[in-house]
């Protein structure tokens, strides 16, 4: 694993897990971008994390760059997902 950028994020992940043994994740709000997240698409994932039912199982995953780790075929930094907390969620979407 890469170390990631946190100030440049492409896009943001919300998912849980169907049960407890289960592998396989739900993801229930995935937004990729090409440029950076403005604070129209931030406020959109909040308001959809605002609007869930049952927020006590949710994840988060951002997409942003990781600094340490070249894409060589497209001459640019590997883009990836990576797991956040629920407060480096809320930091990131509340302004």
């Known amino acids: 694993m890469g ?5 440049n994020i492409f896009g943001i992940q919300m998912y849980n897990f169907y049960n407890d043994y289960d592998d396989f994740s739900n993801i229930l709000f995935e937004k990729t971008y090409n440029n950076i997240m403005s604070n129209e698409q931030k406020k959109e994932a909040y308001l959809f994390y605002t609007k869930l039912n049952n927020k006590n199982d949710v994840k988060f995953k951002i997409f942003t760059e990781c600094s340490s ?3 060589l075929r497209n001459n ?3 883009m990836m997902w990576y797991p956040i907390s629920l407060n480096q969620f809320l930091d990131f979407v509340t302004f």
């Not at 170390?3 to 100030?7: N, V």
Request: a negative charge; charged letters at 25%; zero cysteines.
């Open 3 to 7: 170390i990631y950028s946190s100030d």
């Open 69 to 71: 780790t070249y894409d």
């Open 76 to 78: 640019e930094n590997f």
